[in-house]
């Protein structure tokens, strides 16, 4: 199969993975309005050609807290990823190293802090829910910070978790679910050999080092189902803030007043983000949601956004909105799923280049000149 695209790695993930694990990625909530609107609003926004601009000298170049990245992006947190590659998590934080951006570990990762962190050079993000559990919490953010993880990524938007109908017809979820997933990686030899069984433990790493034993699939829908807590408040943020010195980023905006509530409460930064139209279907998409948010708080935190990323031209766009910085999810584990490692930097570097032909032909040299002239007027204001 010919890889030219994010959406040509979709396929190849399709093909490889059992059922249950491609439409748990490829799925979102109820009837996944918002996860179509994520990728069509975003592909409406319409880029201002220019040309004979001298465009001979080009920077990707940009920094967050402090770091240096290569490009505007950075990998989402994304649970399970150690089910799609062989260590999955190691693998894709390798890539991101590789290529100069952040890698951020989910708290529900097969693979722990422990593992991933040692296997780059440039400090690792984690992503960390708010849970019941305030002694997981606790041993966690303990475990991140002595690991050297430089950035908490805070995740609000899932006080309970969103209806998946997807997962009950694949077999993530619903009757006979463990049979069913079973019979599916036999259909898929090459998944059930190189992750199948050479990627084990297939725990939720993280938490099994707190719980002192193993946790699998079961665990992962009971003990997260167990430990939402719709009762959060700001005030439930503030132990965190003062434990954690180092960046801490709210994700699960989707209000303009919601961010500034973030700059009063003292976060370094904010996540635009639906969860990739996995929570609420109905929201708005993280592109209609940016602007505003950008016009309320935009120099007094940063800015980054998810959901509907596919490709360079994306990044450009968001950036164009008024995004700091992109993360991307679905489309690096779609990579991850197909090839590994190798997926992710190719993909990587097939994002890179679209950016630089989108900036080429809108006349921006850095990041810092990708702003709203690099749009046709009015078109952008969907």
Known sequence: MIISSSKDYREAARRRLPPFLFHYIDGGAYDEATLERNVKDL?????????????SELSLETELFGEKLAMPLALAPVGLTGMYAQRGEVQAAKAADNKGIPFTLSTVSVCPIEEVAPAIKRPMWFQLYVLRDRGFMKN????AKAAGCSTLVFTVDMPVPGARYRDAHSGMSGPNAAMRRYAQAV?????????GMKGKP?????ISHYLGKPTGLADYIGWLGNNFDPSISWKDLEWIREFWDGPMVIKGILDPQDAKDAVSFGADGIVVSNHGGRQLDGVLSSTRALPQIADAVKGQ??????????NGLDVVRMIALGADT????????YALGAAGQAGVENLLDLMRKEMQVAMTLTGAKSIAEINQDCLVADLHKI
Do not use: Y
């Open 43 to 55: 592909a409406d926004i319409a880029l201002r050609q220019r040309i004979l601009k001298n465009m």
């Open 187 to 195: 259909l898929h030899p090459h998944w059930a050999w190189h992750v």
């Open 202 to 206: 297939h725990d939720l790493g993280n």
């Open 140 to 143: 966690v953010l303990e475990r």
């Open 326 to 333: 992109c993360l991307i999810g679905r489309a690096f584990a």
């Open 301 to 310: 935190l940063k800015i980054l956004v998810d959901s509907g990323i596919r």
